[in-house]
Nanobody, 127 residues
């Protein structure tokens, strides 16, 4: 089992940047495929970015390509989401998620493919 804690959210003006972190408990972080999801009021939760166990495979939603970068440091049990050129439509609660089974090379993008979730961190982008 793994526990996930997000940090780094906040209020930023359009065009600004934030870096979210997801710290995982335990010593087996490298065994988990990881993802970042977000949910805005009245909208469904969507995958923003995902990364395979080793970090060799990544996925980014079309809406954030070229602006967001997902990465992980298995030695620090931490995943990151660097968000640049933020837009008001990026406003949402951002969640990190972990999946403990599956293939080493695959990045998973569906919420029901994940087993563990953090509590979420609010990102608000003002216009």
């Amino acid at each position: 089992q793994v526990q996930l804690v997000e940090s780094g959210g906040g209020l930023v003006q359009a065009g600004g940047s934030l870096r979210l972190s997801c710290a995982a408990s335990g010593r087996t972080f490298s065994r988990y495929s990881m993802g970042w999801f977000r949910q805005a009021p009245g909208k469904e939760r969507e995958c923003v970015a995902a990364i395979s166990r080793s970090g060799g495979s990544t996925y980014c939603a079309d809406s954030v390509k070229g602006r967001f970068t997902i990465s992980r440091d298995n030695g620090k049990n931490t995943m990151y989401l660097q968000m640049n050129s933020l837009k008001p439509e990026d406003t949402a609660v951002y969640y990190c998620a972990a999946r403990g089974t599956g293939t080493t090379w695959r990045a998973y993008i569906l919420s029901d493919e994940y087993d563990y979730w953090g509590q979420g961190t609010q990102v608000t982008v003002s216009s």
